[in-house]
């Protein structure tokens, strides 16, 4: 089945450092999307990629999608305290079901 | 804004009880889904459902059944529960089956199994 493999687990940054995490699938993905779980919080939807080599951006985020749909990066410039959490991407394949979960990179930020 | 409610935030029962854990979405989703999430792990699929009375199998479902008799309800029944079963448990709704349905979460059930 879909395996969608996320590093690093855990990321120890400064404030104000950057800060990525990075997805890899094992087949295409029709789309990819992330997620931001606060500690103590449930996962809350942040973007959806769907085209090949799609860039966005939500303020000091940036979110990548890869050439061949296969990957998908989360880049936080200069993290403030409010980016702690654990980020997971989700992919979906070709069928109509379900969304397939990275393990999560852990941030934390140390003031 | 989609509402999703899990009946517990925390439960602990005993080894071998039979447990209900129950969810509740507001917004008319087709789909619907339990997760549970442990250090390391990750969230991992349990068992989906795309409409009433339909249900899938994840990649977890062992030990597990789910219950959907109404369209905005979703159950995971843990049959005799067992102590590996302690985990969070989260539920989840989607608005349509199909690409790129974005996934609304609950606020977990904790739930310790002694």
């Known amino acids: 089945g879909q395996q969608v493999m996320q590093i690093p687990q855990y990321q120890h940054v400064q404030e104000g450092e950057d800060f990525t995490t990075y997805c890899n699938s094992s087949t295409t993905l029709s789309n990819i999307q992330w997620y931001k779980q606060r500690p103590g919080g449930h996962p809350v939807f942040l973007i959806q990629l769907v085209k090949s080599g799609e860039v966005k951006k939500q303020k000091r985020l940036t979110f990548q999608f890869g050439e061949a749909k296969k990957n998908s990066s989360l880049h936080i410039t200069a993290t403030q305290t409010t980016d702690v959490g654990t980020y997971f991407c989700?992919?979906?394949?070709?069928?109509?079901?379900?969304?397939?979960f990275g393990k999560g990179t852990h941030l934390i930020i140390q003031p | 804004d989609v509402k999703v409610t899990q009946s517990s935030r925390y439960l602990v029962k005993r080894t071998g009880e039979k447990v209900f854990l129950e969810c509740v979405q507001d917004m008319d989703h087709e789909n619907m889904f339990w997760y549970r999430q442990d250090p390391g792990l990750g969230l991992r699929l349990i068992y989906f459902s795309y409409d009433v009375k339909m249900k899938e199998k994840g990649d977890i479902p062992e030990g597990y059944s789910v219950s959907r008799e109404k369209k905005e309800r979703f159950s995971l029944i843990l049959e005799s529960a067992s102590t590996n079963q302690t985990s969070m448990y989260l539920c989840?709704?989607?608005?349509?089956?199909?690409?790129?349905?974005?996934?609304?979460f609950g606020q977990g059930t904790r739930l310790t199994v002694v």
């Open positions: 989840a709704s989607s608005l349509y089956r199909g690409q790129g349905a974005k996934a609304f």
């Open positions: 989700a992919g979906q394949g070709g069928g109509a079901d379900g969304l397939t």
